[in-house]
């Protein structure tokens, strides 16, 4: 049988599959569906500080094999979300990932923080990508020098392993990679959502309240695959891909590409068992393509 | 809740868009209660990408009865699926009607609204005292009522906007003379939205317990999106499949 391991340098993991943060719930939703310990590690929901209600409704917006979001980050403060980790790690020994918000920079380093203390977390991925909480979509990862201001301050905090999630809407994405890397991130993730708009035609309005929406799901691969190439070429620390991921071939295009490890996010709500489906595939695959491990085939793009 | 792989056994059309489904389902069926409802993948490609939510019109293990109505693309696809086809089926979810034994009580569906009320009734008529309130804007919006009028209710209170069927009029204009008349302790109400607040106006002053079924977008159907919220009445959200999709009727804010 194939070995699945990845090495993401301050860590292996056992398989490349990682559940996306804000679609996997905190880890527990899913124990009727699946074995916790058979994915590589998990991100857990967006955390700020305080809780959030979230955006009015609607949140959702289906659009051709994709989805467009606007939920805000709704849910519980970090205080609560402790408390929640550590009844998950009783229950997994599978790494926890805590994806980290914030509404400033002081916010993200004062999270990141509380985290980071925790014995129960393997590491953090910074959200300084998410479209959903000013108005225009505006985020952190879309200014490499904010993004190396930011990343450089909450990495002297901490002496956890830190993934800093990009965006797909930032103008110049490699720019921002490498301020990431340059400013201390161990890993980098992308993709978070592309920014979309929904209209109504009725109305004359937008579908959302806020405008703006981000979509994800498969409609988003070939998009998101071609950011995930083109930061790897350009970045010496590991790239976990995602964007549109539904099958064990969905898994190697990413890593073919370069990425070490991989997030799988809407496919959980379709199919709440999705990663066992695809990681029983990435195993037959890999078996097809005669792959001894994963790094045979890793950034091995020929162009 | 299971992650089922059933099997449609019979698919029937109930003239003008409403659509009766039959399906092999055996862990859901096992565990229905009136209330619960599922997630449905209506084509085993990407496309559309989200399941679709359908109340549970009556579970006899090892079978589960959807009856649903045509809107959109998701369920135009199901109507043309056929027996014997392969149907992922997530369930059952949510929350159900509370059971209120010995108590008398006053079931109100509006349409498509009669599915988890339909089930309440096929459980509990033979047990305790229910009247049914059914309305709809037409004839064809009340094609159940050979099967209810099969089942031991109380009374059953029929209201057709167009006159086809029953009194003329939305359902809202018999409420006060059978609340009156019958005093029922407790009502549980599905319906559209319209219906279901202009319910929570009307019932405000009466000392009666309240109950109704929402419906909203729903990314997955068990609590992990977020995309169901619904505002309360103490001003914060609740997750319609999570919470739901049953709720006191006075908790929710009302019009939503
Ligand atoms: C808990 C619950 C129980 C339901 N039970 C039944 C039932 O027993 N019988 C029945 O006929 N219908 C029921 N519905 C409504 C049914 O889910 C929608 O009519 C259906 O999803 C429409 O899908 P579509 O693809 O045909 O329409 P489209 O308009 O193409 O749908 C587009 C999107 O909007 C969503 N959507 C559209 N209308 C609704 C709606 N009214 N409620 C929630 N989401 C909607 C869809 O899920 C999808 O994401 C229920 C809804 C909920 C939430
Ligand atoms: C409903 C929803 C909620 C999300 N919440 C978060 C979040 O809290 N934090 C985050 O970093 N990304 C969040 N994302 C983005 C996903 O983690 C992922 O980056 C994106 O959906 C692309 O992957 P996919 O196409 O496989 O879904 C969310 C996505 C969706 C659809
Ligand atoms: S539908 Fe996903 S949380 Fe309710």
Redesign the pocket.
Known sequence: MADLSVDLGFCRLKNPLIPASGTFGYGEEFVPFMDLDIIGALVLKGIYRNARPGNPPPRLFETPAGLLNSIGLAGPGADELQGVIRRLSATTRTPIIVNVCGQDDAEFAEVAGIFAAMPEVAMLELNISCPNIKRGGACPAQDEKHTYRLVKRVKENIAKPLIVKLSPNAADIVAVARAAQEAGADALSLVNTFLGLAVDLEKRRPVFANTLAGLSGPAIKPLALRLVWEVCRQVRIPVIGMGGITSGKDVLEYILVGASAVQIGTVN?CEPAAAVRILAELEKEMEKLRLNNLNEIKGKLAV | MHDESGRIEETRCLGENYYLLKVFAPQIAREAKPGNFVMLRVSPTWEPLLRR?FGILQSQPPHIWLYFQVKGRGTTLLKDRQAGDRLDILGPLGNAFPELPDQKILLIAGGRGIVPLFHYAKNYAARQPLLLLYGGRGAADLKLLAELDAMPLLEKYIFSEDGSCGEKGPLTEGLEKIVREQRPQATMACGPEAMLAALAGMLRAKKLDNYASLE??????????????VAAADGRYR????DGPVFPLEEIQWPI
């Open positions: 709500f | 939510p909203a977008v729903m990314g997955c159907g068990f609590g992990v999106c977020h995309s169901c919220a997750k319609v499949c999570a």
